[in-house]
């Protein structure tokens, strides 16, 4: 068992003093309390013996169906019978690899993947393999090289876990031919594909691209969605798309884990999505994070260091910066916490050290201005380590703009 580099921070980053960049947290405020306060009214009045009582094990047939309504929104045909609802994506990514993993198997995945899967795939023993990405998404040549350098030693991947749309954490995007190599890839070579798709919806330009379970067809691919981003982290709902052999599986572990996920979050989203309106919360949604990433990278133009080098996601929630090499964001973490400012370091999303100069930074959980000032902040202690640097070796390397009256790099008019 390892801990999650990000749950660490909860506490953290939980300080008010703190502006948190470091989480993947909605921003539950703009939820509308009026449709709030119409499902609890509801709820109340003639549910609550319901509500507060066991149900099925794989999910209530109203959110069953409902779900299979929201993946329809991305062109994904699916029948209700192979979805099981979950306590969150996150036990759909506990379930998955409990069913499909025993100690020692290989499971891949992509290089920088979502931290908080890697704490799972350790708990389960899985010979972890990542798989480089650039800027659009996982690699193919280098997949293709290493299940055919397993084969040489008679290993076989057990599975392919990819987040291919907004990637948490690098923000990349698979591209399309990519998308139909993968989906190739696991059918020639009969590997399972797991899709993590929870920012599919949250796109702020650009053009839509099919997931690999439209691709495919649900015959390789096992989908993994959630409800967290585009309703509510708290109400904690999640879902497994798999065919039936392995979803009689998931339902075996899920039983095993909790039984069920609340009834009674399960009947509050069930009645919201059914009411059709979830859209137009998304819709709203977008408008709010796309200001917020534009903010985001607007201020990194403004106070990161020469060198340093991020991305512009075309959705999702996060940010991956890379600073100059001669700087760790595990040092500079200690020091911006000093400055009330957090990050995730690069390393956690990497099983071998590697991610040391990178960080990843969410824009989806504070407001704009606070944005600007956390960036700021990060700014300034890059500056300051770099300085160290340059006085402890003589490097002149990084040729740092001159500071102006408020301690912010000059920039030239
Ligand atoms: C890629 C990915 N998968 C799964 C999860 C888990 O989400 P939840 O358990 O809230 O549904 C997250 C959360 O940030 C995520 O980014």
């Known amino acids: ?36 306060t119409e499902e609890m009214a509801r709820i109340a009045s003639g549910k609550v013996p319901e509500v507060l009582q066991y149900g099925p094990t794989e999910g209530s047939e109203l959110v069953r169906e409902q779900i299979t309504r929201v993946m329809k929104a991305e062109d994904m045909l699916v029948d209700v019978a192979d979805v099981t609802v979950t306590t969150g994506g996150q036990q759909a990514i506990d379930l998955i690899t409990k069913v499909l993993i025993d100690p020692g198997d290989v499971l891949i995945c992509d290089a920088p ?37 397993l084969a040489e030693q008679g290993r076989k991947p057990k599975f392919i876990y990819s987040v291919p749309t907004f ?63 585009i309703l509510s982290a708290g109400l904690r709902i999640g879902w497994v798309v798999a065919p039936p052999p392995i979803r009689e599986k998931v339902v075996l572990g899920k039983g095993a884990s909790d039984l069920c996920t609340s ?11 059914d009411k059709g309106h979830w859209r137009e919360y998304v819709e709203d949604l977008i408008g709010i994070y796309r200001n917020r ?42 020091k911006a916490i000093g400055k009330g400012v957090a990050f995730v370091p690069g390393t956690s999303a990497y099983v071998d050290g590697r991610g040391a100069s990178s960080m990843r930074l969410n824009f989806s959980g504070v407001r704009e201005d ?23 070796t003589g490097s002149q390397e990084m040729k740092l703009p001159p500071l102006d009256a408020d301690g912010n790099p000059e920039r030239p008019s």
């Not at 660490?8 to 960049?21: F, Y």
């Not at 691209?209 to 691919?221: H, I, K, M, R, S």
């Not at 009834?263 to 999505?273: E, M």
Request: glycine residues 8%; proline residues 5%.
């Open 167 to 229: 990637q948490n954490p690098g923000g990349v995007t698979l591209s399309l031919e990519r998308r139909k190599r993968l989906v190739q890839i696991a059918r020639e070579n009969e590997i399972l594909i797991v899709e993590d798709n929870p920012y599919g919806l949250l796109r702020y330009e650009g053009e839509t691209l099919p997931t690999l379970y439209a691709l495919d067809g649900g015959a390789y691919v096992v989908y993994l969605g959630t409800f967290s981003k």
């Open 1 to 36: 068992m390892r801990s999650s580099a990000m749950r660490d921070m909860m506490a953290i980053t939980a300080r008010p003093e703190i502006i948190s960049l470091a989480g993947g947290l909605p921003d539950t405020s703009t939820f509308p309390v009026s449709a709030f």
């Open 293 to 334: 990433r534009d903010a985001m990278t607007g201020a990194m133009s403004e106070y990161f260091p020469h060198g340093a080098t991020w991305n512009k996601p075309e959705g999702g929630l996060f940010i991956w910066a890379t600073m100059p090499d001669v700087l760790d964001t595990s040092d500079m973490l200690a």
């Open 113 to 149: 993947t979502y931290p908080g899967a890697l704490p799972t795939f350790y708990s389960y023993e899985a010979d972890i393999i990542q798989i480089e990405c650039d800027a659009d998404g996982m690699r193919m040549d280098i997949l293709e090289s290493t299940i055919a350098s």
């Open 263 to 273: 009834t009674l979050t399960q009947d509050f989203a069930g009645h919201y999505f």
């Open 370 to 392: 606070e944005i600007i000032e956390g960036i700021r902040r990060i700014g300034a202690v890059a500056r300051e380590q770099l300085d160290l640097y340059e006085t402890m």
